[in-house]
């Protein structure tokens, strides 16, 4: 009796519609807003929380930490450095980001389409397994040395990694499909009819596209530099790799800090300035967007 009673009950809980009931006072997407902005804070708020207080609190209670980053040369040197090749980078990816982008607006609905997949393709790829294939390209017995050999362009193989130059090279490559493709919607909402116009005007093609496509295409470009000039500052894998310890950023800095001369008065403090600037960058480059997306007055 026990068993038919329990598949009967069992039948009309599998033809019940359930309804999630909300707790009284809060409805279904206030509590998932809620759980998402506990999650938030445990998972990243709190984390950044406690590395900004250790900064004023290990070894000694106070600011002497910022004082003393401020007057450490080796600390200098990093942060020089990290800002050389960022903005470098930024400025390269910006430039090939452009052209490329240009070159798809321009292209036809075929080509438009094999370029787009190799835009997209290098997100597919591991950052690790990309940064292991251009130490293959580029070291002394890769790839690319051997054909310069072969060519006669070098007498000898000479390094292309574990230097800047495979630092910037590898950065490039990175964040390149995160400029391309902000240009790139912008300027697909560019009417192709307006530099005709121009030209039509008695404007020269330089004109046309300095004076009537360049501006118009203003706010794609500031969506790629804001992308591109905060994921350079935090970049950790990429200059480990192919700066093989000779190129070293903040990034790469913090963690030596942590984990190998456990200074963690030097790691906190140099995490929470590059928070303060990115936070600024963030700041700024919204200002920016709005300026650059907003509408003129009539």
């Known amino acids: 009796m026990i068993l038919p009673s329990a598949i009967a009950l069992g039948r009309e809980f599998a033809g019940?519609?359930?309804?999630?009931?909300?707790?009284?006072?809060?409805?279904?997407?206030?509590?998932?807003v809620i759980g998402s902005v506990l999650v938030l804070i445990a998972c990243y708020l709190l984390p950044l929380g406690a590395v900004v207080a250790l900064s004023f609190l290990v070894p000694v209670p106070g600011i002497g930490n910022y004082w003393s980053i401020f007057q450490n040369a080796t600390v200098h040197a990093v942060v020089g450095k990290t800002l050389w090749i960022s903005s470098l980078t930024v400025g390269l990816t910006l430039l090939l980001g452009y052209i490329t982008a240009y070159a798809l607006v321009q292209a036809g609905p075929v080509a438009r389409k094999l370029m787009l997949a190799g835009v997209l393709l290098p997100l597919w790829i591991s950052v690790l397994v990309?940064?292991?294939?251009?130490?293959?390209?580029?070291?002394?017995?890769?790839?690319?040395?051997?054909?310069?050999?072969?060519?006669?362009?070098?007498?000898?193989?000479?390094s292309l990694v574990r230097n800047s130059f495979g630092v910037v090279l590898g950065m490039v490559h990175y964040m390149l499909p995160y400029a391309i493709l902000p240009i790139y919607a912008q300027m697909a909402r560019i009417d192709s009819t307006l530099p005709h116009l121009a030209r039509s005007l008695g404007a020269s093609p330089r004109q046309a596209f300095i004076r009537v496509f360049l501006p118009l295409s203003r706010p794609g470009l500031a969506a790629a530099a804001f992308l591109t000039s905060i994921m350079s500052l935090g970049f950790y894998l990429t200059p480990a790799?192919?700066?093989?310890?000779?190129?070293?950023?903040?990034?790469?800095?913090?963690?030596?800090?942590?984990?190998?001369?456990?200074?963690?008065?030097?790691?906190?403090?140099?995490?929470?300035?590059?928070?303060?600037?990115t936070g600024a960058l963030v700041w700024r480059f919204s200002h920016l967007l709005e300026l650059a997306t907003a509408k003129p007055k009539t």
Not at 249 to 273: G, K, N
């Open 241 to 277: 790799m192919l700066g093989g310890g000779k190129t070293v950023m903040v990034a790469e800095f913090i963690s030596i800090q942590v984990t190998e001369t456990l200074r963690w008065d030097i790691a906190t403090t140099l995490s929470t300035l590059l928070l303060l600037v």
């Open 130 to 158: 990309r940064n292991y294939a251009w130490i293959a390209l580029l070291s002394p017995g890769g790839i690319v040395n051997s054909i310069l050999i072969r060519w006669g362009w070098l007498d000898q193989p000479v």
């Open 16 to 32: 019940a519609r359930f309804q999630i009931a909300p707790v009284r006072g809060l409805s279904v997407q206030d509590g998932l």
